[in-house]
């Protein structure tokens, strides 16, 4: 079925935002009293899932949705630090150009999104879902479906988790994950079907392809 809305992920696949994220969490950390990750290795910490990463920290599953608004403040704070993607916008820009609808679906701010994309690119965006909740991605993306009206087949989701493959997986939507974002390559390539993105520019071509094997 050929591809019709792309859904795209903010932080870690627009938005190179994993170092702030870092500072953010150990600062968080020193606040709210779990374990920093002050001096651990960077890799190890890709590797996990989000569930993982919130063991490791020791951060109980009813602190989750306060440690969430605690990092949008602080995230934003320093949103000065953040920045696309090469190849973000003018890729954007193609695929809108090309016909697709595009959403963004995030845990950030609408702030957030346009300080970062800027507000001409923000505009290209047919659907906005923000303040998402940690492991509330599948809930946003049925409510996309039913505001849509469109089959699972025929959405794609872009993303750089382990969360996001899931969440695109459960509701039956297609799923392309990055290279470059918050997970390592290999933790999340064995959660993907197809091979990753490497580059944000390949995504019209690797779309195109898919439509065309599709049809």
Request: proline fraction near 4%; include cysteine; charge should be neutral.
């Amino acid at each position: 079925m050929t591809c019709k809305l792309v859904v795209f992920d903010l932080d870690g696949t627009l938005a190179d935002s994993f170092d702030t994220f870092r500072i953010c969490l150990d600062e968080a950390a020193a606040e709210h009293g779990f374990r920093s990750l002050a001096g651990e290795d960077t890799q190890h910490i890709r590797r996990m899932s989000s569930r993982q990463l919130m063991d490791h920290l020791g951060v109980p599953i009813w602190k989750v949705p306060t440690l969430a608004v605690d990092m949008r403040r602080r995230m934003f704070a320093r949103i000065d630090a953040i920045r696309p993607f090469p190849g973000a916008d003018t890729t954007l820009r193609r695929l809108h150009d090309d016909g697709f609808a595009l959403a963004l679906l995030t845990s950030n701010t609408r702030d957030a999104a346009r300080a970062v994309l800027g507000a001409d690119t923000l505009a290209l965006f047919q659907h906005l879902h923000c303040r998402t909740s940690l492991f509330g991605k599948r809930f946003k993306l049925r409510e996309l479906l039913w505001t849509t009206r469109l089959a699972p087949q025929s959405v794609t989701c872009i993303g750089d988790e382990i969360r996001d493959a899931d969440a695109a997986r459960a509701v039956g939507m297609g799923f392309l994950g990055v290279a470059w974002g918050y997970t390592h390559p290999e933790a999340l390539q064995a959660h993907c079907d197809a091979p990753l993105l490497k580059t944000l520019e390949a995504l019209p071509e690797r779309l195109s392809c898919s439509s065309t094997m599709a049809s």
